[in-house]
């Protein structure tokens, strides 16, 4: 079976942990394609190399490094994914995933308008900046980082204008994308109404 959910958004929306659920109740492998730009924007810190000539280069070990998930990676990976050849060297990787036999569920900026144009399924999640940087304050200090909010606000907001802004690929939400405002919902309510919609398009129904 070939079924493709294409879950899009800002910052910090959501869309990880609405993915995750997801690829668990409809057993689906899921890609968080924002670790692929974050890999290359962390390995970029340390190299002379290209940034395309690393996006190239990537193995599945630079995924796995447990120090990714910083607003300073966060930046530098916004950076080089406005770069044209940056991106072109990541598609090849993300449309096998996504054609997978069993189905698959990837997040990112452009999954629904330019990976994925074909998905079964496209969600946009979003939510307002000051609610995003909230929940991402929550969860970087849970892991032990030291941050503000007033710092979370501004590498939300600086990315979105980034990620929104630029000629390649922009993060925008598909024609037929559906939208999801979690703003005044909890993150179970957010699940719930994702689940829903993907079950709609589920092959077995
Ligand atoms: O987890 P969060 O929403 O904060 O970010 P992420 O999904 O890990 O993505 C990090 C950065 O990678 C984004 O700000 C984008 O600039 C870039 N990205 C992209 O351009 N296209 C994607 N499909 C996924 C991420």
Redesign the pocket.
Known sequence: MKFTVAI?G????G??TISKAIAAHFNLAHL???????AVGRKAMDSDLPPDAIAHALTPADLLRDDLRTAEV?QA??RL?SIPEV?AALVDFQRSFARRNGGAIL?????GTV?CPNADVKLYVTADARTRAAR?FAELSAKGHETSFDTVLAD?KA?DA??AGRTE?P?VAADDAVLIDTTGMSIDQAVEKAIRLVEARYPAN
């Open positions: 899009d800002p910052a910090a929306a869309k990880g968080d394609t924002g670790l692929l730009y974050r966060a990976a916004s994914a991106r997040d990112g900026r452009d999954i990976i991402r939300v990315r980034r990620d690929a993060m």
